[in-house]
C-alpha cells in the first residue's frame, strides 16, 4: 500500500514531498538509456543493461548520488525493455502504456 493511503487512514495531512514522489517523473527514452537501437536483440538489451548496471550500481559507488539515479534510469528503462508485451507496446504507442481506445479510432 502506498505511503499516501495510509497517511489518509491514519488521519495525518499528506506533505508535498510524499504527494510529489508519486507523480509519475517523464522518462528518458530507453533506448537512449541503455545505449541500444530499436532493432537491437533481447540479448543486446540484455548484455547493455547488465554493463551499465555494474557501472552505476550504488554499492560499486558509494556515496555518489548521481551513480544511483543513473541506476534508477538504467533499471526503468530495462523493466520496459525488457519485457517482451511492454516493448511492443511502447514502440508501438510510446511511454509503455496501453494505447488509448479513441487514439487507435484516429489513425
Do not use: C
Not at 29 to 46: C, H, N
Amino acid at each position: 500500500m502506498h505511503s499516501w493511503a495510509n497517511a489518509s487512514r491514519s488521519g495525518r495531512a499528506l506533505d508535498f514531498a510524499s504527494v510529489r514522489s508519486l507523480i509519475s517523473v517523464p522518462m528518458k527514452d530507453p533506448y537512449e538509456v541503455l545505449g541500444v537501437q530499436k532493432t537491437d536483440s533481447d540479448a543486446a538489451i540484455r548484455s547493455a543493461y547488465r554493463k551499465l548496471a555494474k557501472r552505476y550500481h550504488p554499492d560499486v559507488n558509494p556515496g555518489k548520488p548521481e551513480a544511483a539515479e543513473r541506476f534508477k534510469e538504467i533499471s526503468a528503462a530495462y523493466d520496459l525493455l525488457g519485457d517482451k508485451e511492454k516493448r511492443a507496446r511502447y514502440d508501438r504507442g510510446g511511454r509503455g502504456n496501453p494505447p488509448l481506445p479513441w487514439a487507435a479510432a484516429a489513425r
